[in-house]
């Protein structure tokens, strides 16, 4: 090797460009305002009117602070950079207090405490919201929905969940004419969900990132290893690939990945050092995420991250330019080659295990229309995940919103466990231990659902045994392998079989005379040819009258027992209307009955 004393090595600064302060701010104001527009369209001019006061507090604390001081005013444009950032982290329909509390806490505690602009131990923007979370966690908490039309100039607070509060409950039936899981994809993708000012949009975030990326004004590293680290511990975390991606989508992690992390000031010197930090961001936004009590982890993470930086730059260096050990050795770029390796792993365990676990993922768009069951997971221990929503008519006219994950073993298939997501306010829960570790057929035969509080949790107990059973339904007919077999008539599209269950797809109308109209139903109905009883009830079509069939009333009845009933003890408690459907699907079933009887003759024959 060639002796150093070879080599000239000029003074630095190495690098030179047109670069100033106020050039970088300006590209990173120019970023933000694809976010605030869409904020402003999706949620209103009052969302608008928060921005511009944090950004007008910011500012002029810092002018106050420097007037106070007695240093030259500063028009750097990073004050209102910060404030724009910390607008667009507020819930749209905060106080207007709060983004002045918000601003001034960011200014002059956070920055200009510690000597101003580039001497902040932390991110201004993300530290301060994480001080409003702690100070106004209940202003701090409340989301208004997507809605173009009803925000613009409505300053009501009608809070709405976002997908990691509230989760299915926070998205629309379908958004572009996307139903199911791609549906909620594209509502988290363009900003249709609730949630903070800018941090929405992801393609406007988007779009912005790229600018920055551009214009060299961010270091692409920071957010892509923090999202890179990020899906790879929601992998490994949630052990689906759905999750993965919603939750990616989800929350500021995109927004502040690419406009908070990345800080000049409080991002590390060293680009390796940057991979690091970047891994540390997205290792603690994840542990949060699934194990704390706040469902948002960003601003935190950012905040631990931040603090460590100062740590980073003094004790993880890089190697000298001839630096050489004691033994007369050049120094090994055991960094450099860590970080590499770092990214690498990463990157394969998403090429890996996306495929594996995506493989586990069960589309429920595929065979007919649930009532309940929203999402399925096939996991690699054998188990089934459900997400289930309903809602159970309690007294006085009320609906409670119910969603639940229910969790089917594949093996012994029975209910190993049910997890409330949402019950809403009216106070009646679900006894679970009614329906956890028993088998279908035992929970079909469960008669007795009373609770001890009352008539209306009864309801609630007897709503979520409709889910439940719905999710086997669900289980047999998309894990089971039906064949088809050879028959149609008029009122039957399809026939179909599993070993003893016979799935049989049946149409016919509900004559609401009295109403002036004809209702439309379609059914598949299952039936377990080895006990002649029903089985299983899917919901195919019930036109828009709005009178649904009550399917407790006839399942776990054999032929005879549906033959027998009479129009009183088929009523429904809802309507007459209801009571014809019913009746009219009485005829139906009575029907598929017939259809596999024959079927079973012309087999055996």
Not at 68 to 91: C, H, M, Q, Y
Not at 104 to 111: G, H
Not at 214 to 231: F, G, M
Request: hydrophobic share 45%.
């Amino acid at each position: 090797m060639a002796e150093i004393s070879n080599y000239k090595v000029a003074a630095s600064p190495h690098k030179l460009d047109s670069s100033t302060t106020r050039k970088v701010m300006l590209d990173v104001l120019i970023a933000l305002v694809p976010c605030l527009v869409c904020g402003v369209v999706y949620f209103g001019l009052y969302s608008l009117a928060l921005v511009v006061i944090c950004m007008a507090t910011c500012f002029l604390s810092e002018q106050i602070y420097n007037l106070i001081r007695k240093k030259p005013f500063t028009f750097d444009l990073s004050a209102l950079v910060t404030g724009l950032i910390l607008g667009l982290n507020l819930p749209p329909r905060a106080p207007w207090y709060i983004p002045i509390v918000g601003g001034v806490f960011a200014i002059i505690i956070v920055k200009m405490l510690f000597g101003g602009l580039g001497k902040n131990f932390a991110n201004p923007a993300a530290t301060a919201r994480v001080f409003l979370l702690l100070a106004y966690s209940s202003v701090m908490t409340k989301y208004i929905g997507f809605d173009i039309a009803g925000n613009m100039l409505s300053t009501d607070i009608v809070t709405a969940p976002t997908y990691l509060s509230g989760g299915a409950a926070a998205f629309t039936g379908t958004f572009m004419g996307t139903g199911g899981y791609w549906g909620r994809v594209l509502q988290l993708l363009f900003g249709a969900v609730g949630g903070s000012i800018g941090e929405t949009c992801k393609i406007a975030i988007l779009v912005g990132g790229v600018y920055l990326a551009v214009r060299r004004v961010l270091d692409w590293r920071i957010p892509v290893v923090y999202l890179l680290t990020a899906a790879a511990m929601l992998l490994l975390c949630y052990g689906s690939a759905k999750e993965m991606l919603l939750q990616l989508l989800s929350g500021g992690l995109l927004f502040g990945a690419v406009f908070m992390a990345t800080d000049y000031a409080t991002s590390p010197k060293w680009k390796y050092n940057r991979v690091l930090y970047a891994f540390g961001l997205g290792v603690i936004t994840v542990l949060i995420r699934r194990f704390g009590s706040y469902p948002e982890g960003t601003s935190l993470a950012i905040l631990i991250m931040n603090l460590l930086v100062p740590l980073m730059d003094k004790f993880i260096l890089p190697v000298r330019f001839g630096q050489m050990t004691k033994a007369g050795r050049p120094v090994p770029h055991v960094m450099a080659w860590t970080m590499r390796s770092l990214c690498i792993v990463l990157a394969a365990a998403l090429v890996v295990f996306i495929p594996i676990t995506n493989y586990t993922n069960v589309y429920i768009t595929k065979n007919g229309v649930y009532s309940y069951v929203q999402d399925a997971d096939r996991k690699l221990n054998g188990q089934y995940e459900f997400t289930v929503q309903g809602g159970a008519p309690i007294m006085g006219g009320y609906v409670q919103n119910l969603e639940y994950k229910v969790y089917v073993d594949a093996g012994t298939k029975t209910v190993t466990d049910i997890v409330p997501i949402a019950q809403s306010t009216m106070g009646y829960t679900a006894e679970l231990s009614l329906f956890e570790g028993k088998t279908y057929a035992e929970i079909l035969a469960q008669t007795d659902l009373s609770s001890d509080s009352d008539f209306s949790a009864t309801k609630t107990n007897t709503k979520l045994r409709e889910m439940i059973l719905e999710c086997f339904s669900f289980y047999d007919y998309n894990i089971g392998r039906y064949e088809r077999l050879s028959y149609t008539d008029e009122s039957v599209s399809l026939a179909e079989r599993s070993g003893s269950l016979y799935r049989i797809t049946v149409s016919g109308i509900a004559d609401l005379t009295e109403y002036n109209y004809k209702q439309a139903l379609k059914y598949a109905v299952t039936i377990d040819s080895e006990t002649g009883r029903v089985y299983a009830i899917t919901t195919l079509a019930e036109s828009t009258f709005g009178y649904t069939l009550d399917k407790p009333v006839f399942l776990g009845k054999t032929k005879q027992e549906i033959a027998e009933m009479t129009r009183d003890e088929i009523a429904s408690d809802i309507s007459t209307g209801a009571t014809v459907t019913n009746v009219s699907v009485q005829g139906l079933i009575l029907r598929c009955f017939e259809v596999m009887e024959t079927l079973r003759e012309g087999a055996n024959g």
